[in-house]
């Protein structure tokens, strides 16, 4: 962080080097500053210092920083430290920002009290040094991480330079995403939400469908109720922040399922999409709003987006579409399913895991011809510091260059095979204990439900293992609602931030082929070993299907004792000698010991 710092302030002052300019271009729309390998941080740098600084001949007065005080300083470097934070361990993060927000709002209230007495804080009170590991980020996200940085200290240019240079800024970074994932004559909305940009869109299309909606409000909803559509394999709770937000009832959102008989069964039903929209219509109610994926949250499957922008032409209706798959839209080469996405009125895009850079905004790219409508949407604005949020992202684009941002997504892409032609690869480990299921008995539904729930838990087991053993694998666990519980590896969204390499999936496959034959010893003993447990009369058998081993078992302490806390000590005490001798054994078994009793776990 100093080094780039340093080096940024050292060139914004005085210094400047030229860089090298590379031509192995394979499209040639790729704007000029993106082209090659990218450019070196002086050079990004001392662009940066002429448009903060203008021509030599205009009034030295025009440019002129604020005299922003140590204080200001402070709050500038706020800006560079909330970036960097932002990169640590998700506990650290979530323990340092609940402190930093409790301990600010307790000495606001206390210094902005009516009552004349006054606390001091001791210096306990102030947060310690930070600790827990930061991500790795690379160059490109110290160029990142550096945007923030820059953007505090240009927000305090006078206000016609800020203005221009702002503009320089977001102009620049919407034409270069619109070129690098072909989504020509596109405009950008920035933000730190990823379903912020979606959420603004829908207010867009409310403006557009509702003459007088500026005017009149939610009363232009009430004879005719919009409608927003959702494949059953979105994002977990997404249409119910769109409601929430924008005040709409939850009748205005409309799931539609996946395929069930032909195509994929992460996939929209097409033709059940066209039933429920007619049905809505024949109701009186106005379909507004299609989101459609390109790469399912969880299975990373693509939509038939062109057959949906179809049924929304047909329709009026917008079509916005969101996923990892989009990143593909930047390499030479782009399967039709995907690139149909281009045709699309809006999309999101989260370049900030597919490309390894920290803290960058996800961006929403839309096509509208009214731009009144946009501002009174939000997804423009004439504050000039709110366009600063595209800086970390400029810096970042000409760092990296088409070749490298380019090389990044294909290095992501090539790490899967995939038959369905998906980058993300989900499966899971399944077989049925036929033994168990008939000698068991109970009703055929119970033991099929049973049966599910504990081969859940020896995937989620199994996952747990391959995230440990391999972590630069970016491989975790997803619940899918007809499979269960999965392990999921899908490096568009890991690999450009762990550095995943052929070496990792590598070792992925070897550990599998270690991991899978305990899955299935442990399956096949589960009930031989319940029913030697239930020969032995001090022992009890406990079900416990959250337990990815052969079982769970009690010791039954046979004693006269009325006091209860002396049975619960004689029994711990017992337990503790038993457990201490079960692990000295030579088993290929590992013990573990809970509120219930001990836990076997099987091993090959």
């Known amino acids: 962080m100093g080094k780039n710092l340093n080096e940024a302030m050292r060139i914004l002052e005085d210094g400047h080097r030229e860089s090298e300019e590379q031509q192995r271009h394979s499209r040639k729309d790729i704007p000029g500053p993106l082209q090659g390998s ?10 940066v210092q002429n448009l903060m600084h203008g021509d030599e001949n205009e009034d030295s007065q025009s440019h002129r920083m604020q005299n922003v005080g140590e204080q200001g300083h402070m709050a500038l470097l706020g800006h560079s430290l909330a970036a960097y934070i932002s990169v640590l361990d998700k506990e650290r993060l979530r323990k340092l920002t609940t402190r930093i927000l409790s301990d600010t709002t307790l000495w606001l209230c206390r210094l902005f009290r009516e009552s004349e007495e006054q606390q001091r804080h001791s210096r306990k009170d102030i ?55 072909r989504y020509e004559n596109g405009s950008a909305y920035y933000h730190e939400d990823d379903r912020e940009g979606l959420l603004k869109v829908c207010r867009l299309v409310i403006h557009s469908r509702f003459d007088d909606y500026s005017t009149e409000g939610f009363n232009m909803l009430y004879n005719k109720q919009p409608v927003i559509y959702q494949s059953a394999a979105c994002r977990s709770g997404l249409g119910q922040h769109l409601c929430n937000q924008l005040g709409l009832p939850l009748s205005s959102l409309c799931t539609v399922p996946c395929n069930t008989m032909f195509g994929s ?27 459609a994926n390109a790469g399912t949250p969880a299975a990373g499957h693509t939509d038939k987006l062109g057959r949906l922008k179809e049924l929304c032409a047909q329709y009026s209706m917008w079509l916005h579409v969101e996923g990892v798959n989009l990143a593909t839209l930047a390499l030479p080469y782009v399967k039709s399913s995907v690139m149909a996405a281009t045709q699309c009125d809006s999309m999101t895009l989260t370049l900030g895991p597919w490309l ?20 009174a949407a939000g997804l423009t604005s004439i504050q000039p510091v709110e366009k600063l949020r595209a800086l970390p992202l400029w810096l970042s684009l000409q760092y990296l260059g088409h070749d490298g941002i380019v090389e990044r997504i294909r290095h992501a892409s090539q790490l899967v095979e995939d038959d369905l032609n998906s980058p993300v690869v ?25 049966e599910r729930e504990i081969q859940d838990t020896l995937n989620r087991w199994l996952g747990e293992q391959l995230a440990l053993l391999v972590p630069a694998s970016g491989v975790d666990i997803v619940n899918l609602e007809d499979e269960g519980s999965c392990v999921r590896f899908s490096p568009l969204m890991t690999s450009a931030v762990l550095g995943t390499k052929d070496e990792d ?7 599998l082929q270690e991991k899978i034959p305990v899955l299935i010893s442990t399956l096949r003993l589960r009930e031989e070993f319940r029913e030697e447990v239930h020969c032995i009369a001090a022992l009890t058998y406990i079900e416990d299907l959250s337990w990815p081993g052969l079982g769970t078992v009690r010791y039954e302490l046979s004693s ?3 006091d209860e806390n002396k049975r619960q000590a004689e029994l711990e005490k017992i337990s503790s000698v038993l457990l201490k001798k079960l ?22």
């Open 356 to 375: 390894g850079l920290p803290a960058v905004p996800a961006v929403t790219l839309y096509r509208h011809e009214d731009p009144a409508l946009s501002l």
């Open 560 to 562: 006269e004792e009325p």
């Open 38 to 47: 990218g450019q070196d941080v002086a050079h990004i740098l001392q662009v």
């Open 127 to 181: 947060p310690g040094p930070l600790q827990g590991r930061m991500q790795n980020v690379g160059e490109q996200g110290h160029m990142a991480l550096l945007g923030h940085s820059l953007a505090a200290y240009i927000s305090v240019l006078d206000k016609e330079r800020l203005r221009k240079l702002t503009t320089r800024i977001l102009s620049d970074t919407t034409l270069w995403l619109c070129r690098l994932f």
């Open 583 to 604: 692990k000295e054994l030579d088993s290929d078994l590992t013990f573990s010991t809970g509120e219930c009793g001990f836990s076997v776990l099987g091993v090959c």
């Open 505 to 511: 999936v590598d070792a992925l496959a070897e550990c």
């Open 426 to 450: 989900v499966f899971r480990f399944s077989q049925t204990d036929a033994n168990s299921a008939a000698q068991s008995g109970g009703p055929l539904e119970t033991l099929l439900s049973n």
């Open 265 to 291: 069964q992460h996939q929209m039903d097409v033709a059940l999409l066209d039933r429920l929209i007619k049905d809505n219509v024949d109701s009186g109610k106005l379909p507004l709003l299609l989101i």
